[in-house]
């Protein structure tokens, strides 16, 4: 699971690691205390891009029965994970089906940002779609865990490319990308490093500046 702040709804996003999960909206009632608010799930059907809308969660605390099967019409997502807020847009992936959404919070309507499988068998250069960050341009930097270590950039207009590759660890993962304020700094985890092991791991820093 992560999570997204957006500060001009008042509302944090989050993803569900579950293969049958939900994309939840929390609004606290009072902005920046997280004790009280309400839950919703997002609500929309089985399309890759259509309207959506908020439903309320009747009972957040998930016992017995647990939150992604309170909503009635719920959309399902496949393994959510990394989750990122810029500018009306959500931006979050599944690693179940390899693809990265776009949430457009102004139109409310949400669609397919990448799926390997509309790029053509065994030549998809993003798999095993995790963590995700923005930069002040708005590309987008997309952490693969498994794959082949790399970060993945795609750009507003959908290019797609690699922005770096982690060599000699594959059987670490790339986790945490995140950017300076200045937006002229990444940083970014090998979570088990070199060793495989979960004492490992390490962190590393790529300089800007980034695409223009």
């Known amino acids: 699971m992560s999570a997204a702040a957006d500060p001009v709804r008042r509302a944090i996003y989050l993803t569900e690691d579950r293969t ?23 609500v929309a059907g089985s399309g890759a891009s259509r309207s959506f809308t ?7 605390d998930g016992s017995p029965t647990a939150t992604r099967d309170q909503v009635s019409g719920a959309k399902r997502f496949n393994g959510g994970e990394g989750c990122h807020y810029a500018n009306d847009t959500v931006w979050f992936t599944t690693k179940g089906d390899n693809r990265v959404w ?9 669609e397919l940002a990448y799926d390997d499988n509309l790029v053509g068998p065994g030549t998809a250069p993003l ?3 995790d963590n995700v960050t923005g930069s002040s ?3 987008l930097y997309v952490a693969e865990d498994g794959g ?14 690699v922005f770096l590759r982690v060599d000699g660890q594959s059987a670490s993962e790339i986790t945490g990308p995140a950017f300076t ?21 390490i962190t590393c820093c790529v300089t800007g500046p980034f695409r223009r």
Do not use: H, K
Not at 24 to 40: C, K, N
Not at 182 to 189: I, K, M, T, V
């Open 54 to 60: 908020w439903a309320d969660v009747p009972d957040p």
């Open 127 to 129: 798999t095993g779609v």
């Open 102 to 110: 776009q949430l457009n919070l102004a139109s409310g309507t949400y």
């Open 148 to 161: 082949n270590m790399e970060i993945c950039m795609i750009t507003p207009d959908d290019g797609i490319s």
């Open 181 to 201: 304020p200045a937006g002229d700094r990444l940083y970014f985890s090998s979570q088990r490093g070199t060793s495989g092991s979960s004492t490992g791991g």
């Open 137 to 139: 341009v708005g590309d």
């Open 20 to 42: 049958d999960g939900c994309l939840y909206r929390f609004v606290p009632t009072t902005w920046g205390d997280l004790s009280a608010g309400r839950l919703q799930a997002l």
